[in-house]
């Protein structure tokens, strides 16, 4: 029988950061993704970001080499998180920020992974199911929507939704995305529905914005990154 993840119910209702981002580069989707986790003890509370990408383009995860053959039609970058390979052209997506201080920063990363996913597929006007598997992640160069694994969303066996996840001293930075268009309206009525969230619009700081350019320049539009990273 697969393991079984406890629900996430807060007791009480809490307080969300929302950020809805305009479409932008690929180097600046995950450049502001990783600016918003250096701030998130700063902050003090979780912070749902939507965005979306201003053209065709591929996310990668982190141990992945370079998905050369995609980069002539896709704008290629490598994500601070696993996983696979993640076309983003109809897709939806969307980032979840975790302070250290938070509970979900403390659970184990499967349980967490689970907890979010509740939401999302409570954003679906028929929420899907979430996928059971052994625990553990495929290894190697795969398309992330062509292999469901513990905690994914699926449908009629066709998986929906993916994430991964990256815990550092700062927080916990959830990158997910959804094989389908839904509006942020909709995401933040999941979250509401699954996990007793408010939210507060949150309005992008200078800092965090100048924050985000330097770690363009630096490293999601180098090759150094996105190419060669060892």
């Not at 502001?32 to 995860?61: C, I, M, N, Q």
């Not at 938070?102 to 996928?131: E, G, I, N, R, W």
């Amino acid at each position: 029988m697969p393991a079984q993840h406890p629900r996430y119910t807060p007791r009480m209702t809490e307080t969300w950061d929302f950020l809805l981002s305009p479409a932008a580069g690929a180097a600046w989707n995950m450049a502001l993704d990783e600016a918003l986790l250096h701030t998130a003890a700063k902050r003090g509370r979780p912070l749902l970001r939507v965005y979306a990408w201003e053209k065709p383009s591929v996310s990668f995860g982190y141990f992945l080499k370079f998905p050369a053959p995609l980069a002539n039609a896709y704008d290629a970058v490598r994500r601070p998180t696993g996983g696979g390979v993640v076309y983003h052209v109809d897709d939806t997506t969307y980032t979840v920020v975790v302070p250290p201080a938070h509970a979900l920063y403390a659970m184990k990363t499967a349980d967490a992974y689970c907890a979010l996913h509740q939401a999302v597929a409570a954003a679906f006007q028929s929420p899907p199911a979430l996928h059971h598997a052994p625990l553990h992640s495929p290894r190697g160069s795969y398309e992330c929507f062509q292999r469901p694994v513990h905690g994914d969303i699926v449908a009629d066996g066709r998986k929906l939704a993916g994430g991964a996840q990256r815990r550092t001293r700062s927080g916990l930075l959830h990158q997910g995305s959804i094989a389908a268009k839904l509006s942020a309206k909709q995401i933040k009525h999941g979250f509401q529905e699954a996990l007793r969230v408010e939210f507060q619009t949150y309005k992008l700081p200078d800092t965090e914005r100048t924050q985000a350019e330097k770690l363009v320049r630096e490293k999601y539009a180098t090759d150094a990154w996105n190419r060669y990273l060892r």
